[in-house]
């Protein structure tokens, strides 16, 4: 039987639900276990709130699913809670991939997942797409390649934005030229062209995730970000970015509008260390535009930008600062399931 052409549809198209997994490892986030888990909270309420879309959450044991309630009461009838183990809360790297059929049936697309090209080797963290697909009831599309899913990004009309400090990182797939990265990305998500930058933020464990250098806010359209200070250790790598981004044309021909947006700046961990911190790593919901915010002078802004970009939603800013202490933010943490038409 002939395999259906496949595509991920682009973020803002409507979700069924999105897939999550609450914070429980005190090992890893120690002292910022409760605040993860209180701006989680913040988050999984922004998108299930006011007639916001459903959430799959997958817990740990029965402690965890209680925490989960408790913090998550205001929606708890949009909670479906889900016995799943985990090694962290990376969703977007860990889970399946939904894509769809030109008839809109729905499928799980699952790639091999290496803890970001052995950086990060987590118990469980590699059975998760397996099971979060079973649970989905889904058809599987299963390919033997490593792919995160916010190592591109979709304008839902063939194009794919990447990096090449990813994809084409030894640590992936070493045995794959672009050439086989572009062919495995048009069959695994309806890529007809991708868009190569070439690096990401300083100190980024995924070594340069799209999803927190720049985003598609439509068709044609993306946004990334500006340092505002000259101290910003990021600042000519999004300069370079943004130049990039200008120069590309999409997979219609259309040349990328670049609408730019302040940068959260440096922020330093524990260790004095900048963290790579991104106002474009958020998550649009049905409803809702989550954007993390850390408590930056920049923050404000940020939101009041991003809310000029997505006129059909309430667009609300939320802390991720503990998050962030893990590695990422909001998108980081989400995978959505289209809704069937």
Not at 124 to 143: F, M, N, W
Not at 163 to 192: F, V, Y
Not at 230 to 237: E, K, L, S
């Amino acid at each position: 039987m002939t395999r259906p052409a496949l595509h991920q549809p682009a973020e803002w198209a409507r979700h069924s639900a999105c897939w999550l997994a609450w914070p429980s490892h005190g090992h890893l986030w120690r002292e910022n276990l409760g605040p993860a888990q209180a701006e989680f909270a913040g988050l999984c309420i922004a998108i299930a709130e006011a007639d916001g879309e459903a959430l799959n959450l997958l817990v740990q044991d029965d402690e965890a699913e209680a925490q989960a309630r408790l913090v998550l009461a205001p929606v708890l009838s949009k909670v479906r809670f889900h016995r799943v183990p985990v090694g962290d809360i990376w969703l977007r790297d860990t889970a399946p991939i939904f894509v769809q059929e030109a008839s809109g049936a729905l499928h799980a697309a699952r790639f091999g997942f290496n803890g970001w090209g052995g950086k990060y080797v987590l118990p469980e963290d590699d059975q998760v797409s397996s099971r979060v697909a079973d649970l989905s009831g889904l058809p599987t599309e299963a390919h033997d390649w490593i792919l995160e899913g916010g190592s591109v990004e979709v304008d839902g009309e063939g194009t794919v934005l990447t990096t090449r400090q990813c994809l084409l990182n030894a640590n992936r797939n070493p045995g794959m030229s672009q050439a086989d990265i572009e062919a495995a990305l048009k069959l695994g998500l309806g890529a007809e062209k991708v868009l190569w930058l070439d690096e990401g933020l300083l100190n980024d464990h995924t070594d340069g995730h799209i999803d927190t250098l720049a985003r598609f806010v439509a068709p044609g359209v993306v946004v990334c970000m500006e340092a505002q200070d000259p101290g910003d250790p990021n600042a000519a790598t999004l300069a370079r970015l943004a130049t990039d981004l200008a120069a590309m044309t999409d997979a219609r021909g259309r040349r990328l509008r670049v609408v730019q947006i302040p940068s959260p700046g440096l922020m330093e961990n524990e260790e004095g260390e900048p963290m790579p911190a991104s106002y474009v790593n958020f998550y649009i919901g049905n409803r809702s535009v989550v954007v993390p915010t850390y408590g930056q002078p920049a923050d404000g802004a940020a939101v009041a930008a991003i809310a000029q970009l997505f006129p059909g939603h309430r667009v609300v800013g939320r802390s991720a600062r503990a998050i962030l202490s893990g590695g990422g933010a909001f998108h980081c943490i989400t995978q959505q399931q289209p809704e069937v038409p």
